[in-house]
């Protein structure tokens, strides 16, 4: 029998901004299409490439899986770019930015990161 792998989207958000950051770290974001602060973009969770890219990044983004529930909500919001949307700073604020999630926002943060996504719609 085959395995049927289901093709699960990961949702990165980059949440700091670029000041005195590292030539490498600002080029990999902008690699992954995360140009400034509240971007969200959407990628394959299967690639093994991007999956590097946001571990070397991850002191600047959050990331986690999304259900269809969001994927319906982000549809709405943007209709220009496929996988790429520009989102409002959350309701309610950051916890922090500079501690990784649960303390902070930083880091993986699984299928939480949907409410973090409905709060910044």
Same mark, same amino acid.
């Given at each position: =029998?085959?395995?049927?792998?289901?093709?699960?989207?990961?949702?990165?958000?980059?949440?700091?901004?670029?000041?005195?950051?590292?030539?490498?770290?600002?080029?990999?974001?902008?690699?992954?299409?995360?140009?400034?602060?509240?971007?969200?973009? @959407?990628?394959?969770?299967?690639?093994?490439?991007?999956?590097?890219?946001?571990?070397?990044?991850?002191?600047?983004?959050?990331?986690?899986?999304?259900?269809?529930?969001?994927?319906? @909500?982000?549809?709405?919001?943007?209709?220009?770019?496929?996988?790429?949307?520009? @989102?409002?700073?959350?309701?309610?604020?950051?916890?922090?930015?500079?501690?990784?999630?649960?303390?902070?926002?930083?880091?993986?943060?699984?299928?939480?990161?949907?409410? @973090?996504?409905?709060? =910044?719609?």
């Amino acid at each position: =029998m085959k395995k049927v792998r289901i093709m699960t989207e990961l949702a990165v958000i980059r949440i700091r901004g670029s000041a005195g950051k590292p030539k490498k770290i600002l080029d990999t974001l902008n690699m992954l299409g995360l140009k400034k602060p509240n971007m969200l973009r @959407l990628f394959n969770s299967d690639d093994k490439v991007i999956l590097g890219m946001v571990r070397k990044v991850k002191d600047f983004v959050t990331w986690g899986e999304v259900d269809e529930e969001t994927k319906e @909500l982000l549809s709405k919001t943007n209709k220009k770019k496929k996988n790429i949307f520009n @989102l409002h700073p959350p309701v309610k604020g950051f916890k922090s930015i500079k501690v990784s999630y649960p303390k902070g926002d930083l880091g993986y943060r699984g299928k939480n990161i949907n409410k @973090l996504i409905k709060r =910044m719609i």
